[in-house]
């Protein structure tokens, strides 16, 4: 951890930081996070990657952890992240790059592969496969988390109720559970975690600190701002078939296989009508966070994968 750089570059406006390791004339691999991750969700692969051989590159989001975040009145979407990633690899000098990206992360990833091929080397996603519309979130109860982060203020409000740490860390619990996170009707989502379970045998208090000491700055203002404007957001693309080489690495305790419709259409094969040259692979009791939880199978995984089409 302590061979890992850290770089602030100004991009469309904003100063984002971004962690990186590895020889900087090697392939690169940009490694994307989702909620409520940082940068330092990727230090087991980062690691990885860099003693096979290989550039990582791992940015904060704008508005998470050391990345600014955008005027309060500016709308978050797609074209946004999108348009960050490709600020980054010009800013690097990076002509192609393979793109590693989690939750709100696969999403970019895919979205930036279909927007810029030309810059894209293959996509590895893990939790998220490639969506061509939005999930019907509304089939769900009411009190799911995304349905509630919905309703301006509630969140910030209950978030607001507990120290940062005590919010990852409820996070981290709620979302490393196989069951869907749902409220009850006169419950918030914070106290749906019960203050005296423990956090996963994997994330250790140094990491709920690292976490922790990187949302003391950012705060969740944008991250869940990105949950109220992003969700219903279609890509509004001419072209949704990813042609690059692609990774779908899922957990089978995974809370996002109960989504509506999610599970058969990964286990059907109907993602890849989006997605033809796709690998998919499950890792049996992986949750949400399975590249933390089960780092040397993921990476191990991500390694055969860039070593096969480099």
Do not use: C
């Not at 020889?23 to 969700?41: D, K, Q, S």
């Not at 002509?95 to 989690?102: E, L």
């Amino acid at each position: 951890m302590e061979k890992i750089q850290h770089l602030y570059l100004d991009i469309n406006g904003l100063k984002l930081h971004l962690a990186q390791l590895g020889n900087v004339e090697a392939v690169p691999v940009v490694f994307l996070h989702g909620f409520p991750e940082i940068w330092y969700t990727w230090r087991h692969q980062m690691i990885a990657v860099a003693d096979a051989g290989y550039r990582a590159i791992a940015p904060d989001s704008r508005g998470y952890g050391l990345s600014q975040a955008p005027p309060e009145e500016e709308r978050a979407s797609w074209s946004s992240l999108v348009a960050d990633l490709l600020g980054i690899l010009d800013s690097l000098s990076l002509s192609k790059v393979y793109v590693v990206g989690k939750d709100w992360g696969a999403s970019t990833a895919y979205h930036f592969a279909l927007v810029h091929p030309d810059r894209t080397l293959g996509v590895v996603t893990l939790g998220i496969p490639f969506i061509s519309q939005p999930v019907p979130f509304q089939l769900l109860p009411g009190g799911f988390y995304i349905l509630r982060w919905q309703e301006p203020g509630r969140a910030e409000a209950d978030f607001g109720r507990f120290d940062v740490r005590t919010v990852v860390r409820n996070i981290y619990i709620m979302f490393s559970g196989s069951e869907l996170p749902v409220a009850k009707e006169d419950q918030e989502i914070m106290d749906t975690v019960d203050p005296s379970t423990h956090l996963p045998q994997w994330f250790t208090e140094e990491d709920l600190t690292a976490y922790a000491t990187l949302y003391e700055k950012s705060k969740f203002t944008y991250p869940l701002k990105k949950y109220r404007t992003m969700m219903s957001e279609e890509l509004n693309l001419t072209n949704k078939k990813v042609e690059v080489p692609s990774l779908l690495i899922m957990g089978e305790k995974d809370y996002v296989r109960l989504f509506p419709g999610m599970d058969n259409y990964i286990r059907s094969g109907d993602v890849k009508n989006y997605v033809p040259d796709l690998e998919i692979t499950f890792i049996p009791e992986g949750s949400h966070f399975v590249h933390e939880q089960f780092p040397g199978q993921v990476n191990e995984l991500i390694i055969n994968f860039l070593k096969k089409h480099t």
